[in-house]
């Protein structure tokens, strides 16, 4: 009787101990995995790195959000890649944004407090190029995908009021000037109040610039003429819920108050999702 039951004893005991061990080895592998197959990103050599004018189909980015012990965001970690694979990833600050990729190029801004960058990310070559450094703030910024300048959105940093939407273009002398092609919402801050986001969006042609700032309770849609710098901006306004401006169309609830003859099709983007809360 007794040698019947050492095996029912031992049993179960050695099948825990084994799993447990087993666990251990796989959650090991998985976080060196983590660590070890994805390389940080390094710098660019030049500005050709970065030039968006080739196709790169399969492209990818991905940011996740880094939290302390007591569930406080304290910075994002970006993930570039191609196809399955992750290629390269980079630590942000908290004030951070990506978009695109554009030909396999994802424009970063990140902001640490003091002053803000601009980056240019090649996927492909799994490395970074700083573009522009200003002490403004910096909020988001996109690619042209038929030139490759950067428009990029700026506030001032005490007071996060509008400087307008600046556009950078490499230099013949092979650095890199800008210029004001979005200036501040000026007195239509009093119509719209406080805004909570600001999103842009280039035309299929590339030729008009939409410029849409969001509030709690609608939004506003400039839209500029790249041709034509200075001249007025053509302006549609959506009684929606505020979000990220598409290039879907207005959903049924959302009615334009006025739409300008001629305005360019960037100009029927509307807002389609919930707005992030303002950042301080």
Do not use: Y
């Not at 666990?23 to 390094?42: E, K, N, Q, Y």
Request: aromatic share 4%; with cysteine.
């Amino acid at each position: 009787m007794f040698k019947r039951r050492w095996p029912v004893l031992i049993g179960p005991p050695l099948i825990l101990i084994v799993a447990v061990l087993a666990l251990g080895r796989t959650d090991r592998a998985v976080i060196a995995g983590r660590v070890v197959a994805v390389p940080s990103l390094g710098a660019c050599a030049s500005p050709a790195a970065v030039a968006a004018d080739h196709a790169a189909p399969g492209a990818w980015w991905k940011t996740i959000d880094a939290l302390d012990s007591s569930g406080t965001l304290i910075g994002r970690q970006l993930f570039i890649g191609n196809g399955a694979k992750a290629a390269a990833q980079i630590d942000l600050p908290v004030e951070s944004s990506a978009s695109g990729p554009v030909h396999g190029i994802v424009v970063v801004t990140a902001d640490d407090g003091t002053s803000s960058q601009i980056r240019l990310v090649s996927v492909a070559g799994r490395c970074a190029l700083v573009v522009a450094e200003r002490t403004d703030v910096v909020r988001s910024a996109i690619v042209d995908p038929h030139d490759g300048s950067i428009f990029a959105h700026v506030v001032a940093r005490d007071s996060r009021a509008d400087l307008g939407t600046f556009r950078i273009m490499a230099s013949s002398s092979g650095g890199w000037e800008e210029a004001l092609v979005a200036p501040p919402l000026g007195d239509l801050t009093s119509e719209i109040g406080t805004v909570w986001a600001t999103n842009l969006k280039l035309d299929h042609a590339g030729s008009h610039l939409a410029v849409q700032s969001c509030t709690d309770l609608g939004c506003l849609t400039r839209v500029f003429d790249l041709a034509a710098p200075g001249s007025a901006a053509k302006i549609v306004r959506f009684s929606a819920s505020p979000g990220p401006i598409s290039s879907r169309g207005a959903p049924a609830s959302a009615t334009p108050a006025r739409s300008p003859p001629g305005t360019s099709r960037a100009a029927t983007l509307a807002c389609s999702a919930p707005a992030p809360a303002p950042r301080p």
